[in-house]
């Protein structure tokens, strides 16, 4: 399975921003995808996922009724659009996939990574 990430870049509060993944692999249609994001100088934390099997979704609290995710199976394509951001929401945002029928949100729980792609909020 491999991913790649794309659309970050520099936004102004309040603005908004829509990253992609892109996934391939012969079976990637039946793995979950999630978005981490990484701050400097903290830890790699859970932004959302959905799964492949029911497309159900999970947010973090800290992006809940601002960020959406959304899957496109044809083209296994993961989007994340981010609304209302923040300055905090400033990371370097990863796409990753997880095998299974369940959704589990722990870094250590995801198989495969994509590159990552910086997202700046200013203030």
């Known amino acids: 399975v491999q991913l790649q990430a794309s659309g970050g870049g520099l936004v102004q509060a309040g603005g908004s921003l829509r990253l992609s993944c892109a996934a391939s692999?012969?079976?990637?249609?039946?793995?979950?995808i999630g978005w981490f994001r990484q701050a400097p100088g903290k830890e790699r934390e859970f932004v959302a996922a959905?799964?492949?099997?029911?497309?159900?979704?999970y947010y973090s609290d800290s992006v809940k009724g601002r960020f959406t995710i959304s899957r496109d199976n044809p083209k296994i394509t993961v989007t994340l659009q981010m609304n209302k951001l923040e300055p905090e929401d400033t990371a370097v945002y990863y796409c990753a996939a997880q095998a299974g029928f369940t959704v589990t949100m722990g870094t250590y729980d995801f198989d495969y990574w994509g590159q990552g792609t910086l997202v700046t909020v200013s203030s």
């Open positions: 692999g012969r079976t990637v249609s039946r793995y979950n």
């Open positions: 959905i799964g492949w099997r029911d497309s159900v979704t």
